[in-house]
Every structure is written in C-alpha cells, then in structure tokens.
C-alpha cells in the first residue's frame, strides 16, 4: 500500500508498481498528448528534429516515437484498471496521439465505458493550411468490469436524463507554472460530484500541477498522484498548502 494525500516525485508506473489491486476507487488524468511529435514527407519525425519546439511539459519534451508512446498507454493503462474500478482519460486527438487513441480504444475496448467530449469553447488556431482547430477533447472511461454496459450502477450519483456526454468547460490556465497543459478544477469536480463519494480515493499518475489532488481534497476524497516534475510537484504542494482540508 501506499501513503494517501501524497504526491509522488516519481513516474507513475514506479508508483503503481506498489499499489494493491483495487487501493484506489477512481483515476482522473490527462497524460502527455505527444504534442511535439510532426509529421514530414509523410514520417513521423525524430526526437532531434523536434526537440527545438519542446515547451510543453517541464522535464519532458513530449515527442515521444509513436510505437513507444503506444506502449506507454498500454502499460499504464493495465496498471490503472488493475487498482482501480474507474479511470477517466482525458487526451486530445493531435498528430502526435491521434493513432495511439484509436489504437487505445480498440485495444480495451472491453474495458471502455464510455466517451465524453469536452467542449472547451474555443479552438486554438490550426498552424498549417487545411488543418481543422481542435476545439474538443476526450474524455475515455474505462472500467474494470461490466463496461459492456453504458450503465453506471454503484459509481452513479446523477438522476436519469441529467448528465449528457459533451461538457461545455473552459479550459484550465495556469500563471506560476512551466506547465501548460491544464485540467480545469471544474472537469475534475464534474467527475468527482458525479462518480465518487466523500472518502473515496482518487489517483492522478500525470499529476502536473495537482488540480486533481486540489479538488478531490476540497470535495472531501483522499488523493495519490505521480509526477517526475519536481517544480510541478512544488505548485502542486503550494496550491494544497493554502486550502488543505483534513480528511476523515
């Protein structure tokens, strides 16, 4: 078992390395989109060639090859469903990740339960001619059991016919932080109000800033999350510092 109300200096998989199975009750994460990784002449390109344009992620350049990112969300993701029953997985379809989410979809499709598109309002403008801006993003939910089923039975705490599977969220923004890629507290809590009860412990293993860690402790749920940012990890820590709640 591992220390709750504690965000780990670590990558993710050496945390879950020491997680019973089931320790957790719901994940909430939004892994690296592989941003940085371009297409040229019909190839994917290096790490080299793209390395100048890495300013995404403090501490990771976030152009990982596309056959080593597949592996990644395959290797996390088992990891996830075996000590959790639920995981929300929030990623945007970008060059760099596009083959790797439909790739995840179909791998576990017997785990996935569901798909919410975030609208976050506004789409950043496309940097190449007959490119469409991403406006949206996804949320996948995978479950560690009966996911054949749209039905969300013991994890359920919305009234049939009041939570529809586009969210109209803004998106998250941070001042102090390397960090730019930023859940925003108000998809956390949407999930947190209608999938988790007070006590419940919820895991971030991409924690960045620790928004997930931030609301689940202001809503009364335990909190884990990784991160290998260390500067990250401090904001994290300073933004819990300030509102830490005790817990039950």
Not at 142 to 163: E, M, V, Y
Not at 199 to 209: A, E, L, M, N, S
Request: proline share 3%; charged share 30%; glycine share 6%.
């Amino acid at each position: 078992m591992i220390e709750k109300n504690r965000i780990y200096n670590e990558s993710c998989l050496d945390t879950l390395k020491r997680m019973e199975d089931k320790e957790v009750d719901v994940v909430i994460t939004s892994p690296p989109y592989n941003m940085n990784l371009r297409i040229r002449n019909g190839k994917y390109c290096s790490r080299q060639i793209t390395e100048e344009f890495s300013t995404k992620y403090d501490g990771f350049n976030d152009n990982i090859p596309i056959d080593e990112y597949n592996s990644f969300h395959t290797e996390v993701l088992k990891e996830l469903l075996r000590v959790s029953h639920l995981v929300f997985y929030n990623i945007q379809i970008v060059t760099g990740s596009k083959r790797s989410v439909f790739k995840m979809i179909g791998e576990f499709s017997e785990q996935l339960k569901d798909i919410v598109v975030w609208d976050k309002g506004w789409g950043q403008p496309a940097m190449q001619v007959g490119v469409m801006n991403r406006q949206s993003e996804l949320v996948l939910i995978f479950a560690d059991k009966n996911a054949i089923s749209r039905q969300f039975k013991s994890f359920c705490h919305f009234d049939r016919g009041t939570l529809s599977d586009v969210w109209q969220i803004k998106r998250g923004r941070t001042k102090d932080s390397k960090n730019k890629a930023v859940m925003p507290d108000e998809l956390v809590d949407k999930i947190l109000v209608n999938f988790t009860e007070e006590g419940d412990v919820v895991y971030d293993p991409f924690c960045g800033t620790g928004t997930t860690a931030f609301v689940a402790n202001q809503r009364g749920r335990q909190y884990v999350g990784s991160e290998i940012s260390s500067e990250l990890i401090a904001t994290a820590n300073r933004r819990l510092r300030e509102v830490q709640k005790p817990l039950i």
